[in-house]
Antibody, heavy 120, light 107 residues
Framework: QVQLVQSGDEVKKPGASVKVSCKTSGYTFSSYGISWVRQAPGQGLEWMGWISAYNGNTVYAERLQGRVTMTRDTSTSTAYMEVRSLRSDDTAVYYC?????????????WGQGTLVTVSS | AIRMTQSPSSLSASTGDRVTITCRAS??????LAWYQQKPGKAPKLLIYAASTLQGGVPSRFSGSGSGTDFTLTISRLQPEDFATYYCQQHYLYPRTFGQGTKVEIK
């Protein structure tokens, strides 16, 4: 069965960086992409960006451009998302979600979420 | 970016009620419209995609309709497990924008 398992919760200080992993299984990793979505406490869903597992191409949300980097490791079927220069308003639950970027498919499988807390 | 606007932001309903949530896109999304259900502390769950296609395993009391810029999620007979927050999302263009959510609460 398809599974996306994310790394554990993190606590970071302002200005630091955080890197969250999303290990996938149960499907052909390179046939899909991974989007990252975050949700601040009590707020809605914010799409952050997408990476193609096939060739590593990325599309980032404009407001995060320059502070976020998405990568993948095809040998372990794992996607990564790094946010730099963390601020208090980056405190959120971060989710990875599978979809095909080319075929305009929805996000059919999600990770369990990783809480990133930014606090001095 | 395509802006997605849901209404209402919240609603109160009773078990057995028919519930309708609307979603409007700021431009046409070619019917690439999805609905997700999210319960507290859990990841969103895909219910409907391409405006009206039910995801596998989702109960038939959920249905989606609409075209162009205006879409609707209907729950025909609300069940206790349906109390949650619902989000629409366009899966047509990047950025893949979400509506602000509709919280369905127990009356």
């Amino acid at each position: 069965q398809v599974q996306l398992v994310q790394s554990g919760d993190e606590v970071k200080k302002p200005g630091a960086s955080v890197k969250v992993s999303c290990k996938t299984s149960g499907y052909t990793f390179s046939s899909y992409g991974i989007s990252w979505v975050r949700q601040a406490p009590g707020q809605g869903l914010e799409w952050m960006g997408w990476i193609s597992a096939y060739n590593g191409n990325t599309v980032y949300a404009e407001r995060l451009q320059g502070r976020v980097t998405m990568t993948r490791d095809t040998s372990t079927s794992t996607a990564y998302m790094e946010v730099r220069s963390l601020r208090s308003d980056d405190t959120a639950v971060y989710y990875c979600a599978r979809h095909s970027g080319i075929n305009r498919t929805p996000f059919d499988y999600w990770g369990q979420g990783t809480l990133v807390t930014v606090s001095s | 970016a395509i802006r997605m606007t849901q209404s209402p932001s919240s609603l109160s309903a009773s078990t057995g009620d028919r519930v309708t949530i609307t979603c409007r896109a700021s431009q046409g999304v070619n019917n690439y419209l999805a609905w997700y259900q999210q319960k507290p502390g859990k990841a969103p769950k895909l219910l409907i995609y391409a405006a009206s296609t039910l995801q596998g395993g989702v109960p038939s009391r959920f249905s989606g309709s609409g075209s162009g810029t205006d879409f609707t999620l209907t729950i025909s007979r609300l069940q206790p497990e349906d109390f949650a927050t619902y989000y629409c999302q366009q899966h047509y263009l990047y950025p893949r924008t979400f509506g602000q959510g509709t919280k369905v609460e127990i009356k």
